[in-house]
C-alpha cells in the first residue's frame, strides 16, 4: 500500500519569505510517480509537476523548486518570495505504475501567505 | 487547452435520491477517474476506468456508486440512493496513456446531502 505524509497542516508567511512543504512517501514499488497539487480557495486541483522514481533531478519553475531525494523518501516543494496569491492548500501525491492515475494524496499543508 | 469538464458545479439533493454527476473527459484520453474530497480533508481515489470497464475500485466506491461511459464522451458518476456522508466535492480527471501518471482534473461538482 502506498502512504504519503504531510507533516505540515498549516503554515503561515510573510510575503517574500521562502517557504518548504514536506512530503514523505512510502512505497514498496520501484516504479512510481510523485505529484504536487495546488487547490486555491476557489477549490479546483491546479496540477503543478510530476516526478518519477528514476528521475531524482530537482526541479525548478520560476519562484518554485522541488528537491525528490529517494534515499529519504522525500520530495519537498520550495517557493521562493512568497506572494500572497500563493495562499492555498497544496497536496504531495502518489501513484505506482500498476494504475498511474490512481494517486494516494497527503493531508494537504495549508499555505497562507500574508501581505 | 483542452479541459476536463464538469456539471454540475454544485448540487443538493435530499438523502436517498439519485444523483449523477458529470464530465467530459479530454478528448484523446483513455482513462478517466472520479475522486472525492469531504470538505477540509484530503483527495481520495474512487475508481478508475479504462476500455469501458472498471479498472479498480477503492472501499469507498460501493454498490450505491456506479460508473458508465454511456455515448464515448460523457463519464459519468452515480449514486443510488445518498447518505448524508456523501456531501463532498467529486473530481473527474483523465489522462494520456503516453503520459501516464498526469492527471487532469476538472474543478469539481460539489455535492450536498441534507
Known amino acids: 500500500a502506498q502512504k504519503v505524509t504531510q507533516a505540515q497542516t498549516e503554515i503561515s508567511v510573510v510575503e517574500k519569505e521562502d517557504v518548504t512543504l514536506d512530503c514523505v512517501y512510502e512505497?514498496?514499488?520501484?516504479?512510481?510517480?510523485l505529484f504536487w497539487y495546488k487547490q486555491p480557495p476557489s477549490g479546483e486541483l491546479v496540477f503543478l509537476i510530476r516526478?518519477?522514481?528514476?528521475?531524482?533531478q530537482n526541479e525548478i519553475s520560476g519562484r518554485y523548486s522541488w528537491n525528490f531525494q529517494k534515499s529519504t523518501s522525500s520530495f519537498n516543494f520550495t517557493i521562493t518570495a512568497s506572494q500572497v496569491v500563493d495562499s492555498a492548500v497544496y497536496f504531495c501525491a502518489l501513484s505506482v505504475n500498476t494504475n498511474a492515475g490512481k494517486s494516494t494524496f497527503g493531508d494537504g499543508t495549508t499555505l497562507t501567505v500574508k501581505p | 487547452e483542452p479541459e476536463v469538464t464538469q456539471t454540475p458545479s454544485h448540487q443538493v439533493t435530499q438523502m436517498g435520491q439519485e444523483v449523477i454527476l458529470r464530465c467530459v473527459p479530454i478528448s484523446n484520453h483513455l482513462y478517466f477517474y472520479w475522486y472525492r474530497q469531504i470538505l477540509g480533508q484530503k483527495v481520495e481515489f474512487l475508481v478508475s476506468f479504462y476500455n469501458n470497464e472498471i479498472s479498480e475500485k477503492s472501499e469507498i466506491f460501493d454498490d450505491q456508486f456506479s460508473v458508465e461511459r454511456p455515448d464515448g464522451s460523457n463519464f459519468t458518476l452515480k449514486i443510488r440512493s445518498t447518505k448524508l456522508e456523501d456531501s463532498a466535492m467529486y473530481f473527474c480527471?483523465?489522462?494520456?496513456?503516453?503520459?501516464?501518471?498526469?492527471?487532469?482534473f476538472g474543478e469539481g461538482s460539489r455535492l450536498t446531502v441534507l
Open positions: 516526478r518519477n522514481s528514476f528521475d531524482e
Open positions: 480527471a483523465s489522462s494520456d496513456f503516453r503520459e501516464a501518471g498526469e492527471l487532469f
Open positions: 512505497t514498496r514499488d520501484t516504479t512510481y510517480y
